[in-house]
Structures are given as structure tokens and as C-alpha cells.
């Protein structure tokens, strides 16, 4: 199991985390709208995954923004935004926000991308929400970049993660 913090208290969660060099488990989410989304849909494009535990905390919505301004620039990168928040909250935060670079998706159906990527938390008083982590995939859906952050309260390494992508 992959282990994080929380203000120093230990996180545990399901399993470990894809490591790079390997290719990414294939996932089924919902967008906003209530419609899905597959990893399969963004082949051929950098994939930068930015999983959270809610958009509902100031850390969680800081990373969305950072993504979202640092995806208008790059022409071929998508970046996913998954958390276990409903969709609905997802898109309004999104909308409230301006967000336009950034696609929200959620875990909450089923919680297999939780699972398959092995950031769903499996005690304390975050089980079953997702670690803060990123991931960078390459064209071919390769895990180039792996991070799941040491202490869940924090942002990410976000120049580590834009660095992994060509």
C-alpha cells in the first residue's frame, strides 16, 4: 500500500501507485455533465493526471487552477482533474471559477480508478477519498511521472510534473 500524510498523522491507501514506465491503467469516469470519459479518449495527447481529495478545500482547488493556467499553453495536453466530489459540484467550481483547460472528472460510481491507481484511503477520517497525487502520461499512455504527495495537505511538485512533459 502506498503511504502519505496528513499534517503528520500517516494516510494509508489500497495498493501502489502506477510506476513510470509503465503504462497506465485504463479508467472510466464521469464528467460534469453526467457523461463518461475513458483514458482511451486522450491517446495521442500528454496527459497530465491531477487526483485530489475536493475540490472543497483551498489545496485541492489551488492545483486546478495551476493546471488549468499552465494547460493553455500546451496545445497537446489534456489534464484531468479527478477527485471523488459529485460532478455537479465539479462543474459549478469549474464554472464559478472560469476553468476552461482542465476537464473534471469523478470516481464516485464505482471507485475503480481509486482502486486501479491505488489512492483511495483506506482509513482515518478520508477513507475512501483519493490521495493527492500526480501523474504524466506520454502519447502512448505511458506513466512518465509519478508523485503521490508526502503530506496530503500540500500541493504538488507541479515544476516536477510540467517538466515530464515533452
Known amino acids: 500500500m502506498a503511504k502519505t500524510t496528513f499534517r503528520g498523522d500517516p494516510v494509508e491507501t489500497v495498493g501502489a501507485l502506477p510506476a513510470p514506465g509503465t503504462k497506465a491503467p485504463d479508467f472510466t469516469l464521469v ?29 485541492c482547488a489551488a ?6 493556467e499552465e ?32 476537464i ?4 464516485f460510481r464505482e471507485g475503480a480508478f481509486g482502486r486501479a491507481y491505488g489512492l483511495r ?4 477520517p478520508f477513507t475512501g477519498l483519493l ?3 500526480v501523474f504524466v502520461l506520454d502519447r ?11 503530506d496530503i495537505s500540500k500541493e504538488p511538485d507541479y515544476e516536477a510534473a510540467l517538466a515530464a512533459l515533452l
Open 31 to 59: 464528467k460534469g455533465d453526467l457523461s463518461e470519459m475513458s483514458l482511451a479518449e486522450a491517446k495521442g495527447k500528454q496527459v497530465v493526471l491531477n487526483v485530489f481529495l475536493s475540490l472543497d478545500t483551498s489545496t
Open 63 to 68: 492545483s486546478v487552477r495551476r493546471f488549468n
Open 71 to 102: 494547460a493553455a499553453k500546451r496545445r497537446d495536453t489534456v489534464v484531468l482533474c479527478i477527485s471523488m466530489d459529485l460532478p455537479f459540484a465539479a462543474a459549478r467550481f469549474c464554472a464559478a471559477e472560469g476553468l476552461e483547460n482542465v
Open 104 to 107: 473534471t472528472l469523478s470516481d
Open 121 to 124: 484511503i483506506t482509513g482515518g
Open 131 to 133: 490521495a493527492r497525487s
Open 140 to 150: 502512448e499512455g505511458k506513466v512518465v511521472h509519478a508523485q503521490l504527495v508526502p
